[in-house]
């Protein structure tokens, strides 16, 4: 061999020998207008800085020692998540808890926490923006995502089981409306009739389909900001979505929930989840002719005896309805029964002949 060819082999050896910055992040880093709003942590590390010393070690011996020492365990990825993985598992913890046990006190509890740490504090909602991953297939990474990866895990599991548990009690932006219900005076809302809020509750889908297509066709991310205003806790935008948020605001004075029940994108794509809901609830068979739950649901989500389980948030009210001795029918007739044949039989009158309950009280639906 020449001296030149073996002078050529040697570089042709050290260039193979020497890392030649392998980016592996996969995934496009997250849009600037992305990375303040909603939707949890951002995804992609930055790829890791040249490293100084390579230079003096072309041979990459060094290198590989540096790697072999840094192999991180989950222990290492978890500890710096610890304290906002652990709390945002104690308030969805909590959420279950008041979710079951059906109480009224507790739900409100749990509705101003949803608003004062998930919004204002933390900003974390799940948006749209979590289905434009999905179409790109691009999700955090697990480095810093897992509070997202628990949060949204729980929306989608809690409602395939339950329902829309996560629009009832969670979302900060349908918890801040729901307070905003429930302490402005009765007398300034308006009820659109049912014939126009049936219709109204499907303009949401449409908007759900038309925005996940405009985003197909021209990835322009920050578009979440004009069809949804969970970006208000940021308290971040221009002069024209301040102006688009005080209007909804205004018009949910009037209109209860308005964007919840009408609008929301996500609270679609949760209603398609729970058509597959699993422990839906339950109905007595005197639901069919009985109305009283269907006057007390205020998301328009019971229809005679049949629960509409895409618009229902699992609010609780027509449950503890439900459950009530005192206001049910179900529980009231046989009671209105045995005072009536104690009655007739007190004063020797022929003992009335009913319908047998079992009959009436045939049994229960989801
Ligand atoms: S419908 Fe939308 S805004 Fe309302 S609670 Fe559900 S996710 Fe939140
Ligand atoms: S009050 Fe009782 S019977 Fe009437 S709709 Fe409600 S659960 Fe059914
Ligand atoms: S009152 Fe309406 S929204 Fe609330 S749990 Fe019952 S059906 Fe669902």
């Not at 810093?144 to 989608?156: H, I, Q």
């Not at 809901?277 to 068979?285: A, E, L």
């Not at 009210?317 to 209105?336: F, M, N």
């Amino acid at each position: 061999m020449t001296r030149q060819a073996l002078t050529l082999a040697l570089l042709l050896a050290g260039w193979l020998a020497v890392p030649h910055g392998a980016q592996g992040q996969p995934g496009p880093p997250p849009p600037v207008e992305a990375a303040a709003p909603v939707g949890g942590p951002t995804d992609s590390a930055a790829p890791p800085a040249p490293d100084a010393a390579a230079a003096d070690d072309p041979w990459g011996f060094e290198d590989g020692e540096a790697e072999d020492a840094k192999v991180e365990t989950i222990g290492d990825i978890l500890r710096p998540q610890l304290m906002d993985v652990s709390l945002t598992v104690a308030f969805l913890s909590f959420a279950l808890v008041s979710f079951f046990l059906k109480s009224k006190p507790l739900k409100y509890v749990t509705l101003v926490m949803a608003v004062g740490y998930l919004g204002i504090m933390k900003s974390q909602l799940v948006s749209i923006t979590d289905l434009f991953r999905l179409v790109d297939m691009s999700f955090p990474s697990v480095r810093d995502g897992v509070t997202w990866y628990v949060f949204t895990g729980f929306t989608v599991v809690s409602t395939a089981l339950f329902g829309r548990v996560y629009c009832g009690r969670i979302c900060a932006f349908g918890a801040f409306t729901q307070l905003m219900d429930a302490t402005l005076p009765a007398r300034l809302r308006v009820e659109p009739p049912r014939w126009l809020e049936k219709r109204a509750s499907y303009v949401k889908y449409g908007l759900l389909l038309a925005t996940v297509v405009y985003y197909m066709a021209t990835k322009h991310f920050a578009v979440y900001r004009y069809v949804e205003p969970f970006w208000m806790y940021t308290r971040s935008a221009d002069v024209v979505l301040w102006s688009m948020l005080a209007t909804l605001l205004v018009a949910t004075v009037f209109v209860r929930n308005l964007y919840c029940r009408f609008l929301c994108p996500v609270g679609a794509t949760l209603g398609l989840i729970s058509l597959a809901t699993v422990f839906g609830i339950k109905r007595w068979s005197e639901c069919k002719s009985c109305k009283i739950c269907q006057k007390t649901c205020e998301w328009g989500a019971i229809e005679g005896p049949r629960i509409i389980k895409a618009e229902c948030v699992r609010c609780d009210d027509c449950e503890r309805v439900y459950a009530d001795q005192s206001k049910c029918p179900h529980w009231l007739i046989p009671i209105i029964r045995q005072k009536k044949i104690a009655e007739a039989t007190a004063a020797g009158r022929p003992v009335p002949q009913f319908i047998p309950l079992d009959r009436v009280q045939g049994g229960k639906g989801g």
